[in-house]
């Protein structure tokens, strides 16, 4: 789009959108994120007008975006989605709204955030997300000089800006690597202790792992995680924040295939979230799945195979069951594990892990 973005190897980006001269971003690059929509909502305000191509991502069931397009048209903007690219465009500019979501969608709260800080007057988005990085991209606007409020509620109000300015901000960690690493010790019988990690973003997993038998110390910035023996089944409902993430359900279903006892697991927020049950079968799990409920009858342990990742977080599953099986586990298809954790091999190498990553020709 014309931006400059540097990485440097302390783990800083430094953006610089000064060369960004276009509201049109309909490239291949759009088709093969989900977040891409987010576009539509900061092009909106910077330029009054948007035109992206549909986004992309894991297939995990409907994902609509219905809630999108209500916030943004109730905010002034006329919306149409033809031939796979959504054309927005607020001829009148944007002005503030009262906007109820018919559903809760941490997208959706985003995009109507993005697009309303520079909306005239104000807007109030009623049943929104709560999730932490909710109130992490508030916190961030709001150092750029937005003014919202609420966030991490369930109603945001956001009053109207005539501009931003720069900033220099540190992202919270990342809440569903901070669980996968969780549920990784437990299911290996580890004992690991992970910093730079915020425990209350992490409590639905925390009580879910105590409840199977594993120890969870908490501290102000870290969180340790440790177990010593067989895990105990538990049932899990996928709900959103404060609930149990649905990014975490398919890494604990692998925890739960070897543990005692019939776990049953209900997924309420994607309808086709249980892909990995079919490669845990191939590793011996003794799983089956009607509709949006998954029953897992615990087994004393998995073997290694050639599995395939079908998403992003099944690919996660699998790593933690490739590290959980007697022999060699293969996972193919790992572009969707590098799309939510990066150089993740490295890292389950540096706390003991036997993993590498290998060519196809290798």
């Given at each position: 789009?014309?931006?400059?973005?540097?990485?440097?190897?302390?783990?800083?980006?430094?953006?610089?959108?000064?060369?960004?001269?276009?509201?049109?971003?309909?490239?291949?690059?759009?088709?093969?994120?989900?977040?891409?929509?987010?576009?539509?909502?900061?092009?909106?305000?910077?330029?009054?007008?948007?035109?992206?191509?549909?986004?992309?991502?894991?297939?995990?069931?409907?994902?609509?975006?219905?809630?999108?397009?209500?916030?943004?048209?109730?905010?002034?903007?006329?919306?149409?989605?033809?031939?796979?690219?959504?054309?927005?465009?607020?001829?009148?500019?944007?002005?503030?709204?009262?906007?109820?979501?018919?559903?809760?969608?941490?997208?959706?709260?985003?995009?109507?955030?993005?697009?309303?800080?520079?909306?005239?007057?104000?807007?109030?988005?009623?049943?929104?997300?709560?999730?932490?990085?909710?109130?992490?991209?508030?916190?961030?606007?709001?150092?750029?000089?937005?003014?919202?409020?609420?966030?991490?509620?369930?109603?945001?109000?956001?009053?109207?800006?005539k501009s931003l300015s720069s900033c220099s901000y540190t992202v919270i960690p990342d809440q569903i690597e901070t669980g996968t690493l969780m549920i990784?010790?437990?299911?290996?019988?580890?004992?690991?202790?992970?910093?730079?990690?915020?425990?209350?973003?992490?409590?639905?997993?925390?009580?879910?792992?105590?409840?199977?038998?594993?120890?969870?110390?908490?501290?102000?910035?870290?969180?340790?995680?440790?177990?010593?023996?067989?895990?105990?089944?538990?049932?899990?409902?996928?709900?959103?924040?404060?609930?149990?993430?649905?990014?975490?359900?398919?890494?604990?279903?692998?925890?739960?295939?070897?543990?005692?006892?019939?776990?049953?697991?209900?997924?309420?927020?994607?309808?086709?979230?249980?892909?990995?049950?079919?490669?845990?079968?191939?590793?011996?799990?003794?799983?089956?799945?009607?509709?949006?409920?998954?029953?897992?009858?615990?087994?004393?342990?998995?073997?290694?195979?050639?599995?395939?990742?079908?998403?992003?977080?099944a690919g996660a599953a699998l790593i933690i069951a490739g590290l959980m099986a007697d022999g060699v586990t293969t996972i193919s298809n790992v572009k969707?594990?590098?799309?939510?954790?990066?150089?993740?091999?490295?890292?389950?190498?540096?706390?003991?892990?036997?993993?590498?990553?290998?060519?196809?020709?290798?």
């Amino acid at each position: 789009m014309g931006a400059k973005v540097n990485f440097s190897v302390d783990g800083r980006m430094v953006i610089d959108p000064n060369g960004v001269d276009t509201h049109e971003v309909v490239d291949d690059l759009v088709t093969r994120m989900r977040a891409s929509y987010y576009l539509l909502g900061v092009l909106l305000t910077k330029y009054g007008k948007a035109k992206v191509s549909l986004p992309g991502g894991c297939v995990i069931g409907q994902r609509p975006i219905d809630l999108h397009i209500k916030g943004l048209e109730s905010l002034g903007a006329k919306v149409d989605v033809k031939y796979g690219i959504i054309t927005a465009e607020a001829p009148n500019g944007l002005h503030g709204s009262e906007i109820y979501l018919d559903v809760v969608s941490v997208g959706a709260t985003v995009n109507i955030m993005l697009a309303a800080i520079k909306a005239e007057g104000n807007t109030t988005i009623v049943n929104a997300a709560k999730e932490p990085h909710i109130v992490d991209l508030a916190n961030f606007l709001n150092m750029m000089g937005a003014k919202i409020k609420g966030a991490g509620t369930d109603t945001i109000r956001i009053k109207g800006v005539k501009s931003l300015s720069s900033c220099s901000y540190t992202v919270i960690p990342d809440q569903i690597e901070t669980g996968t690493l969780m549920i990784a010790t437990a299911a290996t019988r580890g004992d690991l202790l992970i910093k730079n990690a915020i425990a209350p973003h992490m409590e639905a997993l925390s009580a879910k792992l105590i409840e199977t038998g594993a120890y969870v110390e908490a501290g102000d910035d870290y969180i340790r995680v440790s177990a010593d023996k067989r895990l105990k089944k538990a049932n899990i409902k996928t709900l959103p924040y404060p609930g149990f993430p649905t990014d975490l359900q398919q890494p604990m279903t692998t925890l739960l295939s070897t543990a005692m006892g019939t776990s049953t697991i209900v997924e309420n927020i994607y309808e086709d979230r249980f892909k990995h049950a079919y490669e845990l079968r191939r590793m011996g799990a003794n799983i089956t799945t009607e509709g949006r409920v998954m029953v897992v009858e615990g087994v004393e342990s998995l073997y290694g195979t050639n599995v395939t990742a079908t998403d992003l977080r099944a690919g996660a599953a699998l790593i933690i069951a490739g590290l959980m099986a007697d022999g060699v586990t293969t996972i193919s298809n790992v572009k969707y594990i590098d799309r939510g954790y990066n150089c993740y091999e490295k890292k389950l190498s540096t706390i003991g892990a036997d993993i590498k990553r290998i060519s196809v020709d290798e």
